[in-house]
């Protein structure tokens, strides 16, 4: 069962922008996870670490191509996160997943290891 839930993916045309939002599951009741990110993965591809971002405020985001176009920022309630994607092109079309950790050690990120996950969201991008 998952214990997080994404919501806000789609269709855009390139140049458009989407914001995903991700919270609790409200069957689950999880301690606040100090860490949460999104992740996405490409049909065939692999999965891949977006952006992760810790209750002090601290950002990472680990693609290179969405630095300066994305955006993630908490929620006001606990374990809420949101990615802000600005200017998506047809190479962001994915399946975005929300996660949250205790740890979010980089270690943890390249395997994709987090503590809870929701079940994704599409995003498609036309050009």
């Known amino acids: 069962q998952a214990q997080l839930v994404e919501s806000g993916g789609g269709s855009v045309q390139a140049g458009g922008s989407l914001t995903l939002s991700c919270g609790p599951s409200?069957?689950?009741?999880?301690?606040?996870?100090?860490?949460m990110g999104w992740f996405r993965q490409v049909l065939g591809k692999e999965f891949e670490g977006v952006a992760t971002?810790?209750?002090?405020?601290?950002?990472?985001y680990y693609i290179d191509s969405v630095k300066g176009r994305f955006n993630i920022s908490l929620g006001n309630a606990e374990n809420t996160v949101y990615l802000q994607m600005n200017n998506l092109q047809p190479g962001d079309t994915a399946t975005y997943y929300c996660?949250?950790?205790?740890?979010?050690?980089?270690?943890?990120?390249?395997?994709?290891?987090?503590?809870?996950w929701g079940r994704g969201t599409p995003v498609t991008v036309s050009s």
């Open positions: 409200a069957s689950i009741d999880d301690p606040s996870f100090p860490c």
């Open positions: 971002i810790r209750t002090s405020g601290t950002r990472m």
């Open positions: 996660a949250g950790d205790y740890l979010c050690t980089p270690e943890r990120i390249r395997a994709g290891i987090m503590t809870s």
